[in-house]
């Protein structure tokens, strides 16, 4: 083995300090940029989740009129929480790549409220949305 001289050893020292300053940044970085992650994803289940209550609630209250009378127009408040949720999803879901997200269209009421049969077709659509979305952060929402 040559022996280096003071220099040489100098430098070469100074090139592994170097080194080793810069694998602990990109170390630092690598942990940051994990940690946005995991917050994203936090942020994200928990508005999923209030809204797969919110819609759950919905849908449950305007099923059981609609077994009793689906062909009843549903009222005006029903109408416009279904849309709410409907907006949500859609906001929510809109970075998702859901191919079946452009189907999900708010409910218009032209003349007479739309009926209950169809206001449950299109909460079980959101449903469906937010069951799909759950399945693609499964694995990243596991650990929350």
């Known amino acids: 083995m040559p022996t280096l001289t003071p220099e040489e050893l100098r430098e070469a020292k100074r090139r592994k300090a170097e080194e080793r300053r810069s694998q602990e940044a990109r170390l630092i970085e690598e942990d940051r940029r994990e940690r946005e992650r995991m917050a994203r994803e936090s942020e994200l ?28 127009p549903v009222s005006t408040l029903a109408l416009e929480k279904t849309n709410r949720a409907i907006r949500s999803a859609r906001e929510l879901l809109a970075g998702e790549k859901d191919e079946y997200l452009d189907e999900i269209n708010e409910l218009i009421s032209a003349g007479d409220n739309p009926e209950a049969r169809d206001v449950v077709m299109a909460l079980r659509q959101v449903k469906d949305a937010l069951v799909r979305m759950e399945n693609r952060h499964r694995r990243a929402w596991r650990g929350f």
């Open 45 to 72: 289940q928990e508005k999923h989740t209030q809204l797969e209550n919110y819609v759950s609630g919905i849908y449950d209250e305007i099923a059981k009129l609609s077994t009793k009378w689906p062909t009843q």
